[in-house]
């Protein structure tokens, strides 16, 4: 019955456009439908109610807008959706389900989105549950369009919801949700679709990406959405280029466990590649008791294991001092913060340049905290102040060289698959951008770390909040229109063991610096 239903519904739509467009064939012309040999060619499943409408209907032309119901040339189906149309102008995209599963109840194609990037408000509206009753509407409003000599208007949302972070829903409570998430990502939102409230339906959403108060470059930000293969959810994933993030990310949590899982899994394949993974030897508790910095448990955890990790295709890791790639140029050693800021990891080669890894720790508490990379050239950190927010610890670097190792092991060029990720560890690797504020702006703030840094940092520094952003991500001071355009890096400051960055230019007065020298334990 609900099969005969959906076919009564198809009929009644095909038919009333076919006597809208005899009333006004200028002003809904019926493109040319499709044969079903053709339609068995796509990839994606036509339902038979859909069926209905595309024999007879290939889409509609009115006077200001072309609706396309299938692929023309070399048009495809992508991502589980097919653009319908590009309403405004072109300035939105007017989308619909076409995976499977997708329509309500899973009969036909859907839902219907309309998706527009830049808008303010109004940007994302689920104009129908499936393509049925879109095109219904459609018709109707058309209609009243054509009689009236009005334009024809959008579809007005009655209700609205809020699209929350992936990586909020993929760690939530809702298994069934969590399953259709996946892992999440911080530049993904989603719409939850599986029981909204009616429809037109409104979402409350906007994107990571903010082309107001300038731009950090040519600005070529845009948004990427796709259906769950199962429907049920929209995503809509924010491509930062260009352009400064607009707004807080959510990042996956760092288990308790990761200082293990890391170490684990670095053996276990170190033993079954030996070839493409290994590890140099850990050290002892003695050992590191005699380094003269705190070395929290976490972190020794993963010392008392694995001293140094190589893996193919990515810069090797000496984590205990010692190595030559941990002297560090006097002079960048005071930009850094001198003493007992930062321990370095690796030094990166990227053409002529060069860039010191390393995990930044706080002396106020022995804290070993975020993995960032800089300049290694001085006068280049001088000349153009920059950081890359790399990792939120160095247990998560481990695990991240763990992931692309283990990725690389399912292929059959290891060192190839793995060199298509190592610019992730750069600065100034088009990573996304967080804006560079004054300081100044923290004083007072509710959160205790933003507060210490306003009142500790020289007036005239700018500062960014690395908890909230993307890894990776790029801190490029340089960039940000409110950075003297004359000015040149004193130092580079990172408070609560790089939970915050800072650039003080050399403009501005600053206590005196550390002592040169190389870093702590190294």
């Given at each position: ?365 022995g804290q070993w905290g975020h993995v960032v990379s800089v300049p290694a050239d001085p006068d280049r950190l001088r ?140």
């Amino acid at each position: 019955m609900a099969d005969a239903a959906a076919d009564g519904r198809a009929l009644e739509v095909v038919g009333a456009l076919r006597d809208l467009s005899r009333e006004h064939p200028y002003g809904a012309e019926l493109l040319a439908g499709f044969s079903d040999a053709g339609m068995d060619a796509w990839t994606v499943p036509v339902p038979e109610p859909v069926r209905i409408v595309l024999r007879e209907i290939g889409g509609v032309r009115t006077e200001e807008d072309e609706y396309l119901f299938g692929p023309r040339g070399r048009q495809a189906f992508t991502d589980g959706y097919w653009t319908l149309g590009a309403p405004d102008f072109g300035e939105g995209s007017l989308i619909v389900g076409v995976g499977t599963g997708a329509g309500a109840g899973g009969a036909g194609w859907g839902p219907v989105v309309t998706v527009f990037p830049f808008r303010d408000e109004r940007n994302v509206t689920v104009e129908a549950p499936d393509f049925l009753g879109w095109l219904a509407g459609l018709t109707e409003r058309l209609a009243r369009a054509l009689e009236s000599g009005e334009a024809l208007e959008p579809a007005a949302p009655e209700v609205y919801v809020a699209a929350v972070p992936s990586i909020g829903a993929a760690e939530g409570p809702d298994a069934a949700l969590a399953a259709l998430v996946g892992p999440g990502d911080s530049l993904t939102d989603l719409v939850d679709l599986r029981a909204l409230p009616g429809y037109p339906c409104g979402v409350h959403w906007e994107p990571y990406f903010s082309t107001s108060s300038g731009t950090a470059d040519t600005g070529s930000s845009d948004v990427q959405y796709r259906f769950a293969p199962e429907g049920g959810v929209l995503f809509l994933r924010s491509v930062v280029s260009g352009d400064f993030l607009g707004r807080e990310v959510r990042r996956h949590r760092e288990s308790a466990d990761a200082a293990h899982r890391a170490v684990t899994g670095l053996g276990e394949l170190a033993a079954r590649m030996p070839e493409f993974v290994r590890l140099a030897p850990g050290t002892t508790d003695s050992a590191m008791d005699a380094w003269g910095v705190p070395v929290p448990e976490e972190i020794r955890t993963v010392l008392r294991a694995v001293g140094g990790v190589d893996v193919a295709g990515l810069p090797g890791l000496a984590l205990l001092p010692g190595a030559a790639d941990h002297e560090v140029d006097p002079e960048l050693h005071r930009m850094l913060g001198g003493d007992g800021t930062y321990r370095p990891l690796a030094r990166l080669r990227y053409g002529r340049s060069e860039a010191l890894l390393q995990v930044r720790t706080d002396p106020t508490n022995g804290q070993w905290g975020h993995v960032v990379s800089v300049p290694a050239d001085p006068d280049r950190l001088r000349e153009f102040p920059e950081a890359a927010l790399v990792a939120e610890s160095l247990p998560g670097l481990l695990l991240e060289y763990l992931r692309l190792a283990r990725r690389a092991a399912a292929g059959a060029d290891f060192a190839g698959q793995v060199r298509q990720d190592p610019t992730r560890l750069l600065p100034g690797a088009g990573h996304p951008w967080p804006r560079p504020r004054p300081a100044a702006e923290w004083a007072g703030d509710a959160d205790p770390l933003r507060a210490a840094a306003a009142a500790e940092l020289p007036v005239g520094a700018y500062a960014a909040d690395l908890r909230t952003v993307p890894i990776p991500s790029d801190v490029c001071f340089h960039r940000a229109r409110e950075w003297p355009g004359t000015a040149r890096l004193d130092r580079l400051s990172f408070p609560a063991g790089g939970r915050l960055v800072a650039a003080v230019p050399v403009t501005v007065p600053s206590v005196a610096p550390s002592a040169p020298g190389t870093a702590a334990g190294g």
